[in-house]
C-alpha cells in the first residue's frame, strides 16, 4: 500500500524528495498529477 506524504510543487523537488527518502531507505514512487482530471 502506497502513502502520499507530499506533493512538490516541480519535479525537481520531488525528485530532489525521492533522493533524500531513498537515501533514508524509503521506497519511494514519483509520478506526475493529471490536471485534466483535476478539472484545471
Known amino acids: 500500500m502506497w502513502t502520499v506524504i507530499y506533493i512538490a510543487p516541480t519535479t525537481r523537488i520531488a ?4 533522493q533524500r527518502l531513498t537515501d533514508e531507505g524509503f ?3 514519483v509520478r506526475p498529477i493529471n490536471l485534466e482530471n ?3
Do not use: A, F, W, Y
Not at 15 to 18: F, H, Y
Open 38 to 40: 483535476l478539472g484545471l
Open 15 to 18: 525528485e530532489r524528495i525521492k
Open 27 to 29: 521506497l519511494v514512487q
